[in-house]
């Protein structure tokens, strides 16, 4: 038993796909969250830069006593998590992993299309993960880069939205049957990417995929927090705009929020 809250980290609001998830599967857990909006979108930044943000991310969750750490946030993912899991001792769960393995298994014909930020889809991680775990797959990679921009800026349903995703995702329709999110933000335009790619077309979400290992994790190290019936105390915390990200954090999450505005 472990009381302590799940630290969440990501680029900007994206990551809240993965607490709506965890809040579903999980609603006994506390939550700290941190989005990094002001510096938001990170796809077209340097490994470097990726690298000492995330790290800035982590050592504020730190300062939040939190038991876990959960990188909701593809590109971090990429870059930065396996430095910061092999430095750590608490548990560091990244979301790319959980996201190849439910594509291998949902696809039929093993043509798997991956969608992400331009720093995502360049380490080509998604590819190697999925070619590793199963070498016949075929995977076709895609960055997104107007997406993230999208999410941010509360445009999902506009019909540039959808102009947008209608004219990026145009050279991938027809050739998957298994697409994977492979941005936390993305979950945001699903209906409007379902709608590009087809009904036929199954998507993952990487980030709800995460939620089953943290699950997993939290048995493994009998850290779940107590289940009783008090109130979950969940802090969202963000480098930009308190009121943007708190419209889009109650819309999404479904639940009142209390937001603040943090320098890191």
Known sequence: MD????GFLDS????????????RQLPHEEVVYIGD???????????????????EMVQFLLTKNVKMIVFACNTATAVAWEEVKSKLDIPVLGVILPGSSAAIKNTASGDIGVIGTEMTIASDIYRE??????????????????FVPLVEANEMTSSLAKKVVYETLSPMVGQVDTLVLGCTHY?????????????????????????????????YFDINH???????????????????????????????????????
């Open 187 to 219: 979950p945001l335009l699903r209906p409007i990417i379902q709608n590009v790619m087809g009904k036929k077309v199954r998507l993952i979400d990487s980030g709800a995929e995460c939620v089953r290992d943290i699950s997993v994790l939290l048995n």
């Open 129 to 146: 993960k999925i070619t590793d775990l199963a070498p016949q797959m075929n995977v076709h990679s895609l960055a997104c880069p107007r």
């Open 3 to 6: 009381n302590r809250p799940i």
């Open 226 to 264: 107590q289940r009783d019936k008090q109130t979950r105390n969940h802090q969202f915390y963000t480098t930009a705009n308190r009121d943007s990200f708190k419209a889009i954090a109650e819309k999404w999450l479904q639940l009142p929020v209390s937001v603040e505005h943090v320098e890191i």
């Open 37 to 55: 909006s002001k510096r938001a979108p990170y796809g077209p930044r340097s490994a470097e830069q990726i690298r000492t943000f995330t790290w």
């Open 12 to 23: 900007g609001v994206g990551g809240l796909t993965v607490v709506r998830e965890l809040l």
